[in-house]
C-alpha cells in the first residue's frame, strides 16, 4: 500500500525551530518529486515546497530562507526544517507525493500539527 | 503569486449537477493545462480528484469532470450525492522561471 505518514509536529515558541519527518512506503520513494503543503485551522491549502528528484528545491516566498526541504532516498524519508517560526506558520503540515505531472499530488499524508505560540 | 479564486461556497441537492470555478490568470491557469482538483472532508487529507485539467485518477467517479477555458478552469460533478459533501479546492502549476505551485481558496460544496 502506498503511504506517507508525517512526524515531528508540536508546539514551538516564536523564533524556535522544528523538523518534520515524512515516511514513505508502497512506492519507489527516489523516483518521485515531492511536496510540503500546510493547511492553517479553517483555511485554505498552501504549498510550502517541493524537492525534486535530484535534490532540486523550490519554495514560495513566504517561507523561502526559513524552511529546508531535503530527502534521504535510503531511509524513504522526506524532511521540512523550519526556523524562524512564526503564529502564521501554526498549521497542519502535509507530504505530499507529485504525480509526474507538475504540481500533481497524487498520495497524501495524514498531516502532522505544527502551533507557534508563546 | 495570488492564490487562484474559487466561490466559497456552492451548494445542489442530490441528482443535481453543480460547477466549481477557479480563476487564475495568465502566468497559472491560463498558461499550463496542469490544473488539478482536490476533495477534503472535514479532519481529512485532501484526496485528488482531477488533473491536468480533466483526467481523473483511478477510481474516482466519472460523474466528476474538468474543464478549462482561458484563467479559469472548472469542476463539474454530476448526479450529486450526499458523500460528495466536503471542500474543493483547485491547485495549478504556476512556474515560469521557476518550479511554483497556487492554490484555490477553495469552495465548501453543501449537498441540500
Known amino acids: 500500500e502506498v503511504q506517507l505518514v508525517e512526524s515531528g509536529g508540536g508546539l514551538v515558541q516564536p523564533g524556535g525551530s522544528l523538523r518534520l519527518s515524512c515516511a514513505a512506503s508502497g512506492f519507489t520513494f527516489s523516483s518521485y518529486d515531492m511536496h510540503w503543503v500546510r493547511q492553517a485551522t479553517g483555511k485554505g491549502l498552501e504549498w510550502v515546497s517541493a524537492i525534486g528528484t535530484a535534490g532540486d528545491t523550490y519554495y514560495p516566498g513566504s517561507v523561502k530562507g526559513r524552511f529546508t526541504i531535503s530527502r534521504e532516498n535510503a531511509k524513504n524519508s522526506l524532511y521540512l526544517q523550519m526556523n524562524s517560526l512564526r503564529a502564521g506558520d501554526t498549521a497542519v503540515y502535509y507530504c505530499a507525493r507529485d504525480g509526474a505531472v507538475a504540481g500533481t499530488m497524487d498520495v497524501w499524508g495524514k498531516g502532522t500539527t505544527v502551533t507557534v505560540s508563546s | 503569486q495570488s492564490a487562484l479564486t474559487q466561490p466559497a461556497s456552492v451548494s445542489g441537492s442530490p441528482g443535481q449537477s453543480i460547477t466549481i470555478s477557479c480563476t487564475g490568470t495568465?502566468?497559472?491557469?491560463?498558461?499550463?493545462?496542469?490544473v488539478s482538483w482536490y476533495q477534503q472532508h472535514p479532519g481529512k487529507a485532501p484526496k485528488l480528484m482531477i488533473y491536468e485539467g480533466s483526467k481523473r485518477p483511478s477510481g474516482v467517479s466519472n460523474r466528476f469532470s474538468g474543464s478549462k477555458s482561458g484563467n479559469t478552469a472548472s469542476l463539474t460533478i454530476s448526479g450529486l450525492q450526499a458523500e460528495d459533501e466536503a471542500d474543493y479546492y483547485c491547485c495549478s502549476y504556476a512556474g515560469s522561471s521557476t518550479f511554483y505551485v497556487v492554490f484555490g481558496g477553495g469552495t465548501k460544496l453543501t449537498v441540500l
Open positions: 495568465s502566468s497559472d491557469v491560463g498558461s499550463y493545462n496542469l
